[in-house]
């Protein structure tokens, strides 16, 4: 009984090809879009500028790979090879903060993680995403006040800020994350993943007309 348990966590938790092509296809994917967002970054920034610290609202656009990563693939390190990968794909296409892109990007993932990994990797559900996409908010609240043009306002726009990035990586990370991924997974485009099958077996059967 406890060897049979045993593999059946191990092969839970292993990967298979199939995830490592899909969470690189996240994470690209999501790349692209971290490099779109870095470009409109500046206008939207500026759009936020009547409360000093506002911006931080943005800061969920540059997280949800990690958490959507999680949520799709379902394996230890999926979150964060997917926000490391999306961080990556951004820098390599050219992005104002060159080589920092990568360094955010390894903390934001690591924190992504930790939101799956504090369930043991058992809660997949909207608790699982909000809560890794509180944390990853946290951490790049924790960076951009300390490490970046941020840290340079006062004290109370720095507080703004940091609620506000804490703000953005629940609804935008977490929530929007959460949403996209049943909303995949109902195409049927993921049933080769758990997370595809189990919102298949939730639809309800269809009713005989006869």
Known sequence: MHTSTSSSTSNRFSWRVVDIVVASVIGVAAGVIFWLWGLAWPALDT?????PGLSG????GWLFAGVLGGLIIRKPGAAFYAEVVA???SMALGTQWAFLTLVWGVVQGLAAELGFALFLYANWRLLGALT????AGIAVALMDTNFSSVAALAVEARAVYFVSAVVSGILIAGVLSWVIAR???ATGALDRFASG???RSREPEPV???
Request: no cysteine; net charge negative; hydrophobic share 70%.
């Open 197 to 199: 099958r189990e919102a």
């Open 87 to 89: 961080a990556v794909v």
């Open 132 to 135: 890794s996409g509180a944390l």
């Open 183 to 185: 909303a995949l997974a």
């Open 57 to 60: 609202l943005l800061a969920g």
């Open 47 to 51: 759009a936020l500028a009547f409360t």
């Open 208 to 210: 005989d007309a006869a």
